[in-house]
């Protein structure tokens, strides 16, 4: 298991991603990731990733995925 930071366009942390579900800074969670969408708690699609872009349903990138840090380094 490992955590990744989210971040916006200009680098600040919005959130994270813990494997599949992904929280607010505030660690309630707002989604889950199915295959390469993120969907929120309701379960529309909320946004997509392309490696480790985070980008709008339109395609464009709004944000950003940090690097993997292992759970036990937390």
């Known amino acids: 298991m490992a955590t990744r930071g989210v971040y ?37 699609r909320r946004w997509m990733l392309d490696r480790d872009a985070l980008l709008d349903l339109r395609g464009n990138v709004i944000g950003y995925l940090g690097e993997r840090i292992p759970n036990d380094a937390l």
């Open 8 to 44: 916006d366009r200009d680098g600040e942390a919005v959130g994270y991603l813990t494997d599949t579900r992904m929280y607010d800074l505030n660690g309630n969670q707002t989604g889950e990731l199915r295959g390469r969408v993120i969907y929120d708690m309701g379960g529309e």
